[in-house]
C-alpha cells in the first residue's frame, strides 16, 4: 500500500482515530437537493459520507455527480459509491478517472446487487469485473499509473479505494476468503454491510484473523418501520431481529409528529447501546452509519461510543 | 444441447398477421428432445394455425435431422421448393440458429425470400436430464474451469462474478437473485475444500478474457462430418418420395 494520504477520511483511518461515516443516497430526480441538504446537517458529525450508487439495484442520480455536487456545496467528503453491475471495465476506469478529476478522494468498489432486484429488471446486468478486480483496477490506476492492459495514465487519480465485506453471508468461509481477495489486491479499507447481532460480527472478525486493513462496521438505525422491515425483507445477508422490528412497528401507531420521533428515537438508542458497547470491543476501526435520512440519531449514537 | 420452449400463440399470431399461406418446419435435433419441434409440435401448431383461418403446409424434419445443420436440412427446402415459394411465411419450430439458418439458406442458396418466424425462445446450452436440465456453459471461448474446481462462475453464478460470492448469499447456501439456485462460489468452494485446494480461494482470478467472444463467431473445420449420407439421403428422397415427399413418413 502506499503511503500517500489524500482525504480525510483515509487520514483518520491511518491515525487510529475512532471513525464515523454517513450516507447519502441520490433519487430519482433531476437533482440532488435532498443529499445536499442532508449533507448539511451531517456535517461535523462524521468524516465522510458514503453517496450510493442505484442502491438494490433502483436507478438513481450518478453517484460521480452526486458525489461532485455534495462535496462542492456543503465540503463534506464523500465516498463515491461504484458498482460493477451496470458498467463494463472500461466504463468503470473513465468513471475512476473522472471521479479523480472532479475531486473525488474516496470510491468504495462494489459488485452491486443483480438488476433484477431493482425497478428496471429487464436491464442487461454487466459485471464485467467483479468488486476485487475494480479494487485491482483502482489500485493499479493510483499507484502504478496503469489500467489492467498497462496502458499508461497520464496524471493518475488521487483517491483511495474501499470494498465492502458480509459479516452475516450465510457461507462465512467463502465470504471471507472474497474479502481476503481484496486484502490481496491492496483493498485500503472494509465496510461491512449492515450488521444488527454482535454474535454475528465476532464470528466474522474471528474467521478473518487479523489483518492490516481497517474496517467499518455498518450499522442501520431506521428512521421508520417501513425501512427496518424493507432490509429485514429485501437486503441480501442482513437480518433485522424481531424484538427491534416489533419495538419499531409500535412506533407506527403514534400519531403526534413529534412524539413518534422522540420513540423511534428511544427505540434506537436503547437496541444500539449494547450495540455499540460490544463494538468497542471488536477489531473495528469505526463505524458507518447508515441512517438515510436521519441525521440527528447519529450525534446520540456517537455519545454511546465515547 | 440447447433447451427451449415454445413461444405464446398470441405472439406468433402477432407476426403472421396478414400472412395466409404458412410453412410450419420442425427440427428434428434440440426441438425435437424439448419437444418444440418434434412431429407431433409441428402438427399441433398446424392444427392451431388452421383453427386461426390458415392454409398450412407441414414439414417435420426427421429424428436426428436438425434444423440448423443446413446441408441436411437443405435437402427437404429444396425438395419444397414449390411450397416455399408459394407461401407467405415460414414458421421454424427450432432455436434461433435453425430459424437464421433456414432464412439465410432460403435468401442466398434458394433465392426465395420470405417472413421466416421464430416458434421458440431458445434458452441456453444446458446439461442433464431425463428431466431437469441446467445451463453450466455459455460457450464464452475461453474456459476458466480449470482454475475454478471444475465449475464455471461466469455461468452459474448469477452474476457471473470471477472472485467469489457476492455479498447476498441466502441461508442454505442458495443465490441472492434467486432462492431456488445454489450459490455457485459456495460450491467452488466446498470443491476446493475436498480437493485440498482451499488456499487457492484467497486468490484473485484475472478479469476473463471476454475478446475471445467477439460475436458473430465463425468457426471452421476441415473435415465436416456426414456429407456421404447427404448423398444418400438426396438419392434417397428421389426415388423413395418422388416429385411431392411426404415427410410425415
Known amino acids: 500500500m502506499g503511503d500517500e494520504i489524500y482525504s480525510d477520511l483515509m487520514r483518520d483511518l491511518k491515525s487510529g482515530n475512532y471513525v464515523f461515516t454517513g450516507e447519502l443516497e441520490p433519487e430519482k430526480a433531476g437533482d440532488v437537493n435532498e443529499p445536499i441538504e442532508m449533507a448539511r446537517e451531517l456535517k461535523g458529525m462524521v468524516v465522510a459520507c458514503n453517496v450510493t450508487d442505484n442502491p438494490q439495484s433502483f436507478a438513481y442520480v450518478n453517484s460521480m455527480a452526486a458525489s461532485y455536487l455534495i462535496q462542492k456545496e456543503t465540503g463534506m467528503e464523500c ?9 463494463n471495465r472500461m466504463a468503470l ?15 468504495l468498489a462494489l459488485a452491486g446487487d443483480h438488476v433484477s432486484l431493482g425497478d428496471t429488471p429487464d436491464a442487461k446486468p454487466v459485471f464485467d469485473l467483479d468488486s476485487t478486480t475494480l479494487i485491482k483496477l483502482i489500485r493499479t490506476m493510483v499507484e502504478e499509473g496503469k489500467d489492467l492492459g498497462g496502458n499508461e495514465i497520464h496524471n493518475p487519480p488521487k483517491l483511495h479505494v474501499g470494498g465492502a465485506a458480509a459479516p452475516g453471508a ?20 472494509l465496510q461491512t454491510q449492515v450488521v444488527y447481532y454482535t454474535d454475528v460480527l465476532d464470528r466474522f472478525f474471528d474467521e478473518l484473523g487479523k ?40 412506533t407506527k401507531a403514534i400519531k403526534d409528529k413529534e412524539k413518534k420521533k422522540e420513540e423511534v428515537d428511544r427505540v434506537n438508542i436503547e437496541f444500539f447501546t449494547g450495540f455499540l458497547e460490544h463494538l468497542k470491543g471488536t477489531p473495528a476501526a469505526g463505524c458507518h452509519m447508515m441512517a438515510v435520512g436521519y441525521p440527528r440519531i447519529i450525534p446520540p449514537l456517537k455519545k454511546l461510543m465515547e | 444441447m440447447i433447451a427451449q420452449e415454445k413461444k405464446p400463440i398470441e405472439e406468433i399470431l402477432g407476426y403472421l398477421e396478414g400472412k395466409k399461406k404458412v410453412v410450419v418446419m420442425g427440427c428434428g435435433g434440440c426441438a425435437t428432445f424439448y419437444h418444440t419441434g418434434d412431429t407431433k409440435a409441428v402438427n399441433a401448431m398446424a392444427e392451431t394455425l388452421t383453427k386461426e383461418g390458415k392454409d398450412v403446409f407441414k414439414m417435420p424434419l426427421p429424428f436426428s435431422i436438425q434444423a440448423c445443420d443446413i446441408e441436411k436440412s437443405g435437402v427437404w427446402l429444396e425438395k419444397n421448393r414449390k411450397e416455399l415459394e408459394n407461401r407467405d411465411a415460414v414458421l421454424v419450430l427450432s432455436c434461433g440458429d435453425g430459424v437464421q439458418v433456414v432464412t439465410e439458406y432460403m435468401d442466398e442458396k434458394m ?19 431425463p428431466k431437469k436440465f441446467k445451463e453450466t456453459c455459455q460457450s464464452c471461448g475461453m474456459c476458466e474451469l480449470g482454475k475454478t474446481a471444475g465449475i464455471c462462475p461466469l455461468t452459474s453464478c448469477g452474476k457471473g462474478l470471477m472472485n467469489g460470492p457476492c455479498g447476498g448469499v441466502r441461508e442454505g447456501d442458495k ?75
Open chain 2, 175 to 249: 443465490c441472492e437473485i434467486d432462492e431456488e439456485k445454489d450459490c455457485a462460489w459456495v460450491k467452488i468452494y466446498k470443491r476446493m475444500e475436498k480437493l485440498g485446494e482451499v488456499a487457492k480461494f484467497e486468490q484473485m482470478l484475472d478479469p476473463h478474457e471476454w475478446s475471445k467472444m467477439k460475436r458473430p463467431r465463425l468457426f471452421e473445420i476441415e473435415e465436416p462430418i456426414g456429407m456421404d449420407v447427404i448423398g444418400a439421403m438426396k438419392g434417397m428422397m428421389t426415388v423413395k418420395f418422388g416429385p411431392k415427399p411426404k415427410l410425415d413418413e
Open chain 1, 170 to 189: 450465510a457461507h462465512l468461509k467463502a465470504e471471507v476468503g472474497k474479502v481476503k481477495r481484496k486484502i490481496n489486491v491492496g483493498v485500503e479499507y
Open chain 1, 79 to 87: 465516498v463515491y459509491q461504484l458498482r460493477c453491475s451496470d458498467r
Open chain 2, 111 to 129: 433465392e426465395i425470400t420470405k417472413a421466416v418466424i421464430p416458434g421458440n425462445d431458445a434458452l441456453g446450452l444446458v446439461g442433464g436430464g
Open chain 1, 93 to 107: 476506469l473513465s468513471d475512476v478517472l473522472g471521479a479523480g478529476a472532479l475531486g473525488l478522494k474516496n470510491v
Open chain 1, 211 to 250: 489483518v492490516d486493513v481497517p474496517i467499518l462496521v455498518g450499522i442501520f438505525p431506521a428512521r421508520t418501520f417501513g425501512q427496518a422491515d424493507f432490509f429485514d425483507k429485501y437486503v441480501a445477508g442482513v437480518d433485522v431481529p424481531p424484538d427491534y422490528l416489533e419495538a419499531m412497528r409500535k
